[in-house]
């Protein structure tokens, strides 16, 4: 799926990926969303009236200029009034979604603003959500309620009654993230409940955490960079695409690492969406430094000590997939005992407290010498392999685990596998 780059890209085209991209994740349908930017002359620019989203291009993306004259082969979407009344309430908000993504429209209609303290970064990244009383769509009166809530310059999302949910955003990419990072947060708590409750940080443990960024790391300027180093970027890229595109892992929040040699190996940047990644992006990480100009993920330390004390790991993925989240945001157990694959690929996964893996780095990473995954409480899921692809394969296994989890709870009591086949399955697979 082609990147965005809101710096260099036309309107029209940022538009076309996202649009694409919220499609493709079924949070929006063939007709239902809109989203424009405000270029610098005034200008909006905003998906059309009545076009498959599935199919739109960048020639149907309308333009509304700013005296009021419409461009284009299409009617502008007929939302299009409170898209006008939120730019003109909120000069700094220069792009804004509006969509029905199942979960947010779950919180709309049960008229229940979420709170986002569930992971460090959501609310740092959603801020405080508004809530706007109903208003027939497209009408005057619907952007007179949204914009008044927009007012309120704590919101850059509010949730409107029975109808979904609009963000803004001071670029297209900030407005994606916030959307993206939203619906996350509401299927996680609509998870978490289906299993037992919410365990919500608190706002000292979310200020502590949110920019946890390695700022005592050092730098080397002598890069280098052969064949095999280079194939190891590529890799990397395609599965964090490709975990993007399974969702199981968001714009926001994403680490994957590899080892390339001895000690010495390859990490994802900081504040670089996970969706835009390129090879260039990715962090070197060689005799515990970083590459120059570049800032690694706020988990390098514990990355370079699984390596250090745990020499048959090669790759390890940092994620929140939503059902291995709304176990670590709940509490809940996360029994593999489901079925022989899960506990063969997985055996058992424990649950780490908030906040060890940043003041305990050591008694961490030791655990990896006898767990290839471990949930930690309100933040991640670590997954461990040999080969990238393989440790791509336990975060599948393990979030297609949890997913039955979750749907188990709506049906009745789990019924797990007991010790006696464990053990069979240990004798038989020779897990030791």
């Known amino acids: 799926m082609k990147q965005l780059d809101v710096n260099l890209m036309h309107p029209v085209e940022q538009i076309n990926v996202i649009i694409g991209r919220i499609y493709s994740r079924g949070m929006t349908t063939t007709s239902g969303g809109n989203i424009s930017i405000r270029d610098k002359n005034g200008d909006i620019w905003i998906t059309p009236s009545g076009v498959d989203k599935g199919s739109l291009t960048t020639k149907d993306i309308m333009q509304v200029k700013r005296d009021g004259t419409i461009v284009g082969l299409h009617r502008p979407s007929s939302e299009l009034p409170f898209h006008r009344a939120i730019y003109e309430s909120r000069p700094e908000i220069t792009a804004i979604i509006h969509a029905h993504p199942p979960a947010l429209v779950a919180f709309s209609i049960a008229g229940i603003v979420p709170d986002t303290k569930i992971v460090p970064q959501a609310h740092n990244i959603c801020g405080d959500i508004g809530f706007a009383p109903y208003g027939t769509p497209g009408s005057e009166d619907l952007g007179e309620k949204i914009a008044f809530e927009f007012k309120d310059i704590r919101y850059k999302a509010v949730i409107m009654e029975n109808h979904g949910v609009v963000l803004g955003g001071t670029d297209m990419m900030d407005a994606y993230q916030r959307f993206e990072t939203l619906e996350f947060c509401c299927r996680t708590i609509v998870n978490a409940k289906r299993l037992g409750q919410v365990n919500y940080l608190s706002d000292e443990q979310v200020s502590q955490y949110v920019n946890h960024l390695p700022t005592n790391i050092s730098h080397f300027m002598d890069i280098d960079h052969p064949s095999d180093e280079r194939a190891i970027r590529t890799e990397m890229v395609n599965i964090i695409r490709r975990a993007c595109d399974q969702g199981m892992m968001i714009s926001t929040y994403g680490t994957v690492s590899v080892r390339w040699r001895g000690n010495d190996f390859l990490i994802t940047p900081s504040n670089v969406a996970r969706w ?122 393990a979030e297609f685990s949890a997913n039955s989890l979750v749907m188990a709870s709506s049906i009745g009591s789990l019924q797990p596998m007991g010790d006696k086949e464990i053990d069979e399955l240990r004798i038989a697979f020779n897990v030791k």
């Open 276 to 397: 835009d990644i390129v090879p260039g992006d990715i962090v070197q990480i060689k005799n515990g430094m970083a590459e120059a100009g570049k800032t690694p993920s706020r988990s390098v330390a514990l990355h370079q000590r699984i390596y250090q004390l745990n020499p048959h790991i090669n790759s390890i993925i940092c994620t929140q997939s939503v059902n291995l989240m709304a176990h670590a945001v709940s509490g809940s157990k996360f029994d593999v005992r489901t079925i022989p694959e899960s506990w063969i690929f997985l055996q058992d996964v424990p649950s780490i407290p908030f906040g060890l893996i940043y003041n305990d780095v050591d008694s961490v990473a030791k655990m990896f010498n006898h767990n290839r995954v471990i949930l930690v409480e309100n933040d991640s899921v670590f997954v461990t392999g040999d080969k990238l692809l393989s440790t791509f394969d336990y975060l599948e296994v």
